[in-house]
């Protein structure tokens, strides 16, 4: 009998760390932007368009819900604008049609330093409870919009996963360029 609790005892906690198991932290820097996450969340999608950029990262594993999209649009735009403009658009998107989808807030804020307007929203996404904060900001010349989604059961899953986000996001356009030694840099300018 013992044998068998003993059995049951290792697979309970193997079961329990997979579910816990981050993996290595990943970068992304690209696009004019930076920021870190963790092992358990993968980049899905990521395009840049004639105005701007998209990113779309998403948790991995049994416990997926969590969602975080990266925007931006390459010109200044009023937060509340571009806020108006995202929840059109996710009250037009199939997915949210039936969500019984409610903006809850709007207040102002700071992500990572960046002054922002933040708007929370709730859904009932495929039944399953969901909640939400879009952020809106602006930087480098751009309008930045960073959403994080996910459903209420998962929320201490995903939290480490979007601070880390939250708190290495950076803008840093124009692009660094790294230089190796002096020689490398163009020293036949005039200007």
Sequence with gaps: ?????????????????????LGPDQHFSNFGLTFDFTGDWIITQ?????????LSCEKKGVK???????????FMMDESKMIDLIKSEM??????QSSDLRFISEIDTVFNGYICLKSDYEAGVMGIPHRGSIYCFQSCDKTFSVLFQEAIEDAELNLYGFDKV??????????MIEVDSISEMDTTSTL
């Excluded at 009250?91 to 949210?96: A, R, V």
């Excluded at 939250?166 to 692009?175: A, G, V």
């Design 46 to 54: 990521e395009e840049e368009f004639d105005g701007g950029f998209y």
């Design 64 to 74: 997926s819900s969590g969602l975080i999209t990266i925007s931006y649009i390459r």
């Design 166 to 175: 939250r708190y290495s996001f950076k803008c840093i356009d124009p692009p």
């Design 1 to 21: 009998m013992m044998k068998y609790f003993i059995c049951a005892l290792f697979l309970l906690s193997l079961v329990s760390c997979s579910q816990y198991d």
């Design 91 to 96: 009250e037009s998107n199939p997915l949210y």
